[in-house]
């Protein structure tokens, strides 16, 4: 039986588009026609593993990836738990060349797509998420958390790239100035423990742009 189709929500991709009302409607119509537009076309791939968590005092290690995952960010979101799962995620090459043909035909829809564009690949990750958690009965989830949250080294983009095999199998890879390529593609870590966990990153109060973020100056939440 064929999955049902991976959909961005549409809220996630108002607030990438810096949109907190929408009285209207009409940008919410607008991101509905995008959103519809890239689905057809593009849907998210993935590739995760799971590792045993190894404690150094330089950091959890992954058994068997020759990853290490330094600094207290690490520490906090893996404090209970025995295994951790590396996941990547993208959207290919194939939005992009979806993406430069609107930005050639109407600039203002293609901010619109790219916007969805990110919420796309959130919601691979969503799925991802739910699916690790099926095949792992009576355990659960951190929060996944990405390199360049808090204190986890951007750096390691690279190193969890080349141990998913993301290359080969996604098409996606880290360049020298540590950006994704293809652009919408995530990298994560997922911690699972034997006990309930908190969320520690979906919140204003665990966030590291909480002190500089442009929507709770107007007094509002992204609700990430």
């Known amino acids: 039986m064929e999955q049902e ?10 607030r990438y ?12 119509r607008a991101a509905e026609a995008q959103a519809e537009a890239l ?9 995760y593993r799971l590792f045993d968590i190894e404690r150094t005092e330089d950091g959890a290690v992954l058994a068997g990836s020759g990853i290490v995952l330094p600094g207290d960010t690490a520490a906090r979101m893996l404090a209970s738990c025995g295994k951790a799962a590396l ?17 050639a035909r109407d600039m203002a829809r293609a901010v619109i797509l790219d ?18 958690a099926g095949r792992l009965p009576g355990l659960y989830l951190t929060d996944r958390f990405s390199p360049g949250y808090g204190d986890l080294p951007l750096a390691l983009q ?22 994704m390529n293809p652009a919408k593609s995530v990298t994560a870590v997922i911690g699972v ?30 609700a990430i």
Do not use: W
């Open 193 to 222: 423990s034997d006990r309930p966990q908190p969320a520690r990153v979906r919140g204003c109060a665990h966030c590291p742009l909480a002190g500089n973020c442009a929507f709770r100056k107007g007094e509002k939440s992204c």
């Open 39 to 47: 689905v057809r076309s593009v849907q998210p791939r993935y590739v």
């Open 17 to 28: 588009l810096g949109v907190t009302e929408d009285p209207d409607g009409a940008m919410t």
């Open 115 to 132: 916007a969805c564009g990110s919420a796309l690949v959130e919601a691979g990750c969503d799925r991802a998420e739910r699916e690790l």
């Open 158 to 179: 690279g190193a969890v790239c080349d141990v998913l095999d993301a290359r080969r199998r996604l098409g996606v890879q880290v360049t020298e100035s540590l950006l």
């Open 87 to 103: 996941l990547a995620c993208t959207l290919g090459a194939g939005f992009e060349a979806m993406l430069r043909a609107a930005e």
């Open 5 to 14: 189709r991976i959909r961005p929500d549409i809220g996630e991709a108002l």
